[in-house]
């Protein structure tokens, strides 16, 4: 073990620049070199008592030394993109207070996101022992001659040569250390080489905190967190022949992974606002209520009623998840991207239920994994993707239920000019009903399971139907160009405009299509001469056959007409009016041929217009 080490901690008492540089290099050198784009994440750290410095690390923390991030009061971290904070401190498990156990790291919670700077990564390795690093802070200043005496304000960064561990001098190996060598004598060398380099400096009261950063493949990375000046000369003054300790980051790379990935459940308070603002959020550590905005690794929850507009700031952002449980909430993304990361379904990453009124998304792009919209009974929700909205669900989406089952009532709308896209499927069950109101739906799959499709449009989409409806309202078409229905599925049309199935058309056995209202035009055949599986039944509707059709059942109840409207050939194996039983039949445009049983048809207009009148009945 060598020389007893005295030990200052590096945190000024009054406002002052960072560390002493070489009495025969230009100051400007110094702040220059802090003043490079690799050093942005550097910033100062004030409290009431105390200045020093800090490195952002992530969006929404910073790494400092454990005796700044201890400090009361109300802290603020400077960049120069602004100020922003703290809403908690999370300090390193061990600390004792005395930076000679090489333990003085803090994690310090900023109550807002950094958005307009870099964090710093990390150095991982530990071959840090003979690199040489540069040390950025905001500590006082001055030359190796004078020390530490100039009060400016100024961030400067300087270089030095990483010389030893501190076990030589009864250090941990927690801790780096290297000194400040003298250009005009060698006998202010410590340890290590006996010549500075160009831009030798050392930090000073006020760097505590700050970082040292080693090069990894051209990137500077952050290997070194300022905790101490020693001395041997009775003065801690950071002059020639003084030393720094800094805390190796590569010490501590579990502690710094556990702490910057913890997620916390931020509920926002406001009316509408900002989402980077503190004041619209709160939740709870260490058993307070603390004011922060969601970082990417949180869940956001809203629970409380009334209108709420979050506005979205210059950047795009994202969550783990997003639950909303009651109020009315619309998220204006500014032509930004909002991202929800939870890739499974335990939880999904969006949920809109339990007391909401609904969700709308505004002006940018909503990415999301799985999701929930009205995931319990009694729930009665709206989620609508507006204008200028996109909604990328890379998970699968379940409207009016869950991935187990239905749950309560849900409307989801696409509006004009917006887009949604189920790269993993939609579920629409029982109570759930998805709505195109001049957007766009693309889909996977999109499973019918008691739910309803409405509204106008195109819907480029495999339809899988085991039970639902579909409603066109008067004046609007519907085009679904891939509708399969499953065995014994009954898919209902209602509403007073045409629906139009083109395209794919498979129909397992005992399949129904019910129509009760409006138009339906088939553009593909239901079956073929081998197997008829499709059943039809309509009331006060119309049916347009466009090509021809085989059937296993054709129903036509009061106000029914059917309409070969290009159709060559209708075969039907089972044929009802009104009740009555008239056996199979097949129908050429031009006319009725192998009629098994007597029957009154009413054949209206040449080339093959049959209106078949009688009262409804559903299926034989």
């Not at 999370?90 to 005395?98: A, C, E, H, S």
């Not at 030893?164 to 190996?173: E, R």
């Not at 997003?322 to 998220?331: E, K, P, R, S, W």
């Not at 200028?388 to 989801?412: M, N, Q």
Request: glycine share 16%; proline share 4%; charged share 15%.
């Amino acid at each position: 073990m060598g020389t007893a080490l005295a030990v200052v901690l590096a945190a000024a008492a009054g406002h002052a620049p960072a560390g002493t540089r070489r009495d025969d290099v230009a100051d400007s050198e110094y702040t220059s070199l802090a003043a490079e784009a690799a050093y942005q994440s550097v910033g100062l750290i004030s409290t009431p008592a105390i200045l020093a410095s800090g490195v952002l690390v992530a969006d929404n923390y910073v790494l400092t030394a454990a005796h700044v991030g201890q400090a009361g009061g109300t802290m603020t971290f400077t960049l120069p993109g602004g100020a922003y904070l703290r809403a908690w401190t999370v300090i390193l498990p061990g600390w004792t207070g005395d930076p000679a156990d090489g333990s003085d790291l803090a994690l310090v919670r900023l109550s807002t996101l950094v958005l307009d700077e870099e964090p710093a990564a990390l150095y991982t390795a530990t071959d840090e022992v003979g690199k040489t690093g540069t040390v950025v802070g905001f500590g006082k200043t001055g030359t190796g001659l004078t020390g530490a005496t100039e009060p400016a304000g100024t961030k400067r960064a300087g270089k030095n040569v990483w010389d030893t561990t501190g076990v030589p001098y009864g250090y941990p190996a927690d801790v780096l250390m290297a000194d400040f060598d003298n250009p005009s004598s060698t006998h202010d060398s410590w340890f290590g080489k006996r010549r500075p380099i160009a831009l030798e400096y050392l930090a000073a009261s006020g760097d505590s905190g700050g970082g040292m950063f080693l090069s990894d493949g051209g990137v500077e990375k952050l290997a070194g967190i300022v905790s101490f000046v020693a001395y041997r000369d009775g003065e801690g003054d950071s002059d020639y022949g003084d030393a720094v300790g800094v805390v190796r980051v590569s010490s501590y790379l579990d502690w710094l992974t556990t702490t910057l990935s913890a997620s916390y459940t931020m509920a926002w308070v406001g009316g509408s606002g900002g989402f980077n603002v503190a004041g619209n959020w709160q939740t709870t550590f260490g058993g307070q209520v603390a004011s922060a905005v969601p970082g990417s690794l949180d869940a956001v929850r809203f629970a409380a009623s009334g209108s709420h507009t979050v506005t979205w700031p210059a950047a795009d952002l994202a969550n783990t998840r997003l639950t909303v449980a009651a109020g009315n909430v619309t998220l204006d993304l500014a032509g930004r991207v909002y991202t929800l990361t939870e890739p499974g379904l335990s939880p999904p990453s969006l949920v809109v239920g339990e007391a909401a009124e609904g969700l709308t998304i505004l002006n940018g792009t909503f990415s999301t994994g799985g999701a929930f919209l009205a995931p319990a009974a009694g729930a009665n929700v709206a989620m609508t993707v507006g204008a200028g909205a996109a909604w990328h669900a890379g998970g699968p989406v379940f409207v009016g239920g869950t991935d187990a089952g239905p749950g309560g009532t849900a409307v989801l709308t696409v509006a004009g000019g917006a887009t949604a896209d189920f790269a993993a499927g939609l579920v629409i069950w029982s109570g759930g009903t998805v709505r195109l109101a001049g957007g766009t739906v693309e889909a996977s799959l999109i499973g019918l399971v008691g739910g309803t499709l409405a509204g106008a449009g195109a819907l480029d989409a495999h339809v899988a139907c085991a039970d639902g409806f579909v409603d066109v309202a008067a004046g609007d078409s519907l085009l679904v160009t891939w509708l399969e229905l499953g065995p014994d599925a009954t898919l209902t049309k209602t509403g007073a405009g045409a629906l139009t199935l083109d395209g794919v058309l498979a129909c397992d056995a005992g399949s129904l299509l019910e129509i009760l209202g409006g138009t339906v035009w088939l553009q593909t055949d239901a079956g073929s001469a081998a197997t008829a599986n499709l059943s039809i039944s309509l009331t006060d509707a119309e049916l347009f056959l466009a090509c021809d059709q085989h059937l296993d059942t054709l129903a036509i109840g009061e106000g029914g007409v059917v309409r070969l409207a290009g159709a060559g050939v209708l075969v039907v194996e089972h044929f009802y009016i009104g009740g009555l039983s008239l056996g199979g039949m097949t129908l050429a445009a031009g006319g009725l041929s192998a009629v098994p049983e007597p029957a009154t048809l009413a054949l209206v207009g040449a080339g093959g217009l049959l209106a078949l009148l009688g009262r409804r009945r559903r299926r034989a």
